[in-house]
Nanobody, 127 residues
């Protein structure tokens, strides 16, 4: 099946930078939109940034100008460059990808899009 693996989380000082990576592997027909979500303890999970296959991007207002999302289709990987980190950025960051897989039904190939999630990577920002 499909698996998403995040990396790059850790502890940084306020004002520092961190780069998150998320690599998709498995039975992938195509990858459409990819994005990053975050969730702090006791809070709702929120969209941080998203990027389409056409490289259109969308950012939460709280991270505009500080975070940059990008993707490398050759590596099936999405990145999140985080600069000028603030304590309020601390959260578990989850990678999300809309991935099409191919199945065969009665001899007919069909594609099905499904949202896959990584297990999350912890980002801690100290003052």
């Amino acid at each position: 099946q499909v698996q998403l693996v995040e990396s790059g989380g850790g502890l940084v000082q306020a004002g520092g930078s961190l780069r998150l990576s998320c690599a998709a592997s498995g039975s992938i027909f195509s990858i459409n939109a990819m994005g990053w979500y975050r969730q702090a303890p006791g809070k709702q999970r929120e969209l941080v940034a998203a990027i389409t296959s056409g490289l259109s991007t969308n950012y939460a207002d709280s991270v505009k100008g500080r975070f940059t999302i990008s993707r490398d289709n050759r590596k099936n990987t999405v990145y999140l460059q985080m600069n000028s980190l603030k304590p309020e950025d601390a959260a578990v960051y989850y990678c999300n990808a809309a991935i099409e897989t191919r199945t065969v039904v009665a001899g007919t190939p069909r594609t099905h899009e499904y949202d896959y999630w990584g297990q999350g990577t912890q980002v801690t920002v100290s003052s």
